[in-house]
């Protein structure tokens, strides 16, 4: 294990704004002119280097229709990062951004997640201003950065800015890589956890 | 010179007859010379010190006798350098000057007050550096003490030491030190006398400014003696202050006198009086020696007059507090990986061992125990520890609506608070809450106290009985009262989502039964059906007769062939609780970041997409992909020749067509479930029964530590931020510390508070403060528990200003301790 900690990276938006081409330019560097939709949520890793530090990316793919936000929230749960994904050339899909902000906020569970707002395909027409864009970050406090999942521009700066921000939050991450947000059962494993954490252990009340 | 080397002229010596005290006087001056603390080596100047006490020491050995050699230094503010007053010192800067300053500013200050260094004598002789030579065994022989002595005298010459050197002398519990100083100049010697019983003329201060002035021997006439005095009194133990231990009871436990409010009350603050002392300090900081009369016989001091008034309070250090006791039993089951049902010796009957093996043993619920206690002849069951009276109180307290009584009903809408944004910090909000008031703050608070009165049995008793309620509501189709509705949310603690995820399997079950529907639900579960009533679109027309299912027209969309589009009645995705959630997480990770795995993870949710399908092809008979895509995936259906599907959704083997290609025509309401309540509350309950002790304790805390955090809160104790994370047990653990914190703080200050009143410590009283601890003390001070005298005078001044002090400090309770400080200018011949 030569990576620091694990941190769970949502990737959320409306369907088709390219969520999933974005996290493929990042973890293969491919593009797919056509990909499937994502059925429910998909799972990708990348380990990245940031600061001198190495983290493990777990990275969750969402599906954008309506029908599966119950299905996608669940899986919100001790979520570090947030990306939130529009299209630059479909105007409607920023304004629905707006849902997911919600969304976001009713079932993230860290209370100082942080969140990046990135205005994909670049490359095509665009029907959406930049500082659109920007204003909607701004509101809700947000990193903002416009990127094309096909020429790859800006999709590394996106998540190397989010992860540098989530590493500088304190207290929203814990040394030791676990799991995902799996619990390892044995006890065992889970004290000496503990005890290799940041956290001073020896306390008992 | 001769610069040849004879090999006889080399330096050497024989040190074969060197005594023991000769190398421990080497011992300590190689010691102060590695320290550099020779006059010549010590920085000098006007140095700027903070008011942090820095050290460093070193073990020397001396005959029989283990010294510690400690050096202690105020730290000097980093931004001074001490060459920059390299002119001052030559221009009459003197380390005496600076220590005789240090000696008379410190006589504004009392005794018993203290400056965080390791010894008092810093603070006595207001000191910013010193040596100390500590004995590891009392130093009591007067021989031993001389020959000690004398070895710093030599040491502190040899090296020309700039630091006051002291010595611990006599039993460690008596502060008495010896010290020297000494220059070219001056020669200060420092002197601590401690006697069990006070003399007769050093009871007052007439007796001591007499040997003040013996003592000095002086020649010449000395300018008048400066004198404070200060006489403390004890608060702690008058009336109005005496410090009341908490209510704490198991009163709730005896069977005639059970009360509700008495258990959910926690008991909160210390267990013994969180103050050590509480004095109150009558000062006259300043008078001349003729102004007062103080001998045995007569005194003019009278604490009414005193110019200022003041209190002190010196809090314990380690005080127990109770609920930081009540939570800590909890938090030690953490540690044991036990079956709670092996407490009681039940885990076999009720199957846990072997999760396959069905549940033999008949459940005992409330109604059971009601026939029981009814005197009903069926005597069977399972008799735990608790008593019967009680346990019933304590369930029916639990579940409100098993009886007719309306005292401890569930507030109507019980909500999962909101996870606060950004405002200050609340105790334990790392800690995943339940609804206040509701059933999971009960049983917690119950399961914390009869763990505290009962130990693991009483727990384990009311865990049993409280699954057993469970499974008895499961069966019955009753829910679970005070529990929020709707599927489990993660923003809850985990026994909350249980519970509302068996109270969805309930309704489930409800509705079902309701419907009369189909029996057998442990039968073949490939027959199981969802259930949503089966009406017919009201509008059915001759056109398509097999439409089934359907719930209303998408707006006035119209499909490729023509037809109006109907939105299909869907069953709902599966409630979850968060440890599901994380399992099938794992599970959807393990297949892999590759595009392989994203196939499987696809295969694996595509139950839920299937069934709309379905639902959606029954619904609306002839309908095409594209069509479903206008409802479903609106961006992949775009409106040429009447509806296309997108271009992804053209892509060969993409998962959504080849789910199409085999989705048959069957309304929601026919279709195999996508939840079985029946076998999802069979697990949850066997779940629940089959805990080990540490697990239910996990399951508890959240409920006790919140409820714990809101009497702190209430109790005036803040928090700060506490530590999130994913990982329960450390989140546990460490809102547990922060409550202790919390609590411990509060006990103090609430203590604290009955003593001062409005007051701030340490600063002189207002009229009004003064009047209330006298009516306090009931209108006279008693008897002072500590008196304490400074005396002090300088010499003449010579022609560099004030002259060299000299200080006498008493400090009379029942014993007598005396520090002086005297100071010999060198006569030079």
Redesign the interface.
Known sequence: MDYVTTLKILVIGESGVGKSSIILAFTTGDYNTAFPATIGVDYKMKVMEVNGVKVKLGIWDTAGQERYRTLTSSFYRDAHGAILVYDVSEPKSLAKLQEWVEELQVYSTKKNIVSLVVGNKIDKPRAVTRAQGQEFAQKHRMLFIESSAKTKEGIELAFEELVQKIIETPGLWETGPTNSNIRIGDSEEARRQQQSSCYDYTCTI | MNEEIDEYDIYHQDFTTISEWEVFIARIEEVLNEWRLSKAKIPKGNLEFTKKWIGKSEEIKFQSLNFTLSYHTLECELNTNPLKDNKGVEGGWKPSTQLHNGIWEATKNFMDDEDGSPFPVSHWYGLKQYLMLYPSQPLVEENQIKLVMSSINIAFANIDCAVPFFLKIREHWQQCFLGIYEDSEFKTSFDTIHLKRIPNQCSHLNGLANLFKGKIASPVSLEPVLMSAKFSYELKDLEPFVWRPPSQTNEFLSIDGFDVEKLIELPFGAEKNPIQSALLNVMWPRFLENAVIDSASYSDFDPLMAPTWTITIKLRENINCLL?DL??KM??L??D?HLLMDTLGLSRSLGILNPLHKITEAPITISKLVRAAMGSTSVSEFKGPIPDDLLMSLLYYIFPDAVDDDSHKYPEDLQVEM???DQEPKLCSAV?SSPAGGLVRRVSLVAARLLEAGGLPYLAHLWYEFTQELQYRWERRIRVPGVAAG?PG??SCLLHQKLQLLNCCIERAGVEAGAGGREGAGGDSDDEFYDCSEEEGEEETCERPAAAGRQERLDDAVMKNGAPLYIPK?Q??PP?T?DQ???D??L??A?G?GAR??AL??RL??A??LS?MEAFKAANPGAELCDFCRW?????WRPEGGGAL??????PG???SEAWAVARPVPAARQRRLFDEQREAQQLLQWLRARTV?GVAELLLPGVLRAGAARASAAGATGG?G????????VL??A??EL?EAEKAAARAGAARVVLGGAAEGCPLEAAARARLLAAAGGALPPPARREFSLRVRDAGGAGGAGAPHVLRAALRQDLLLAGCFTEAAVLL
């Open positions: 930081s939570v800590g938090l030690d953490l540690d990986n996870k606060q944004s995943k599927p993660a923003r869907t709902e995705p979850r968060e959630v994380a399992e997480a794992a959807l990770e297949q970041g795995g994203s993870r696809a949710l595509s839920s997409l709309d479903y995936s609106p961006r992949d997108g271009e992804r959704m053209l892509l993409n998962p959504w540490a931020a530590a999130a994370g994913s990982d329960t047990r450390r653990t460490a547990a510390r202790a």
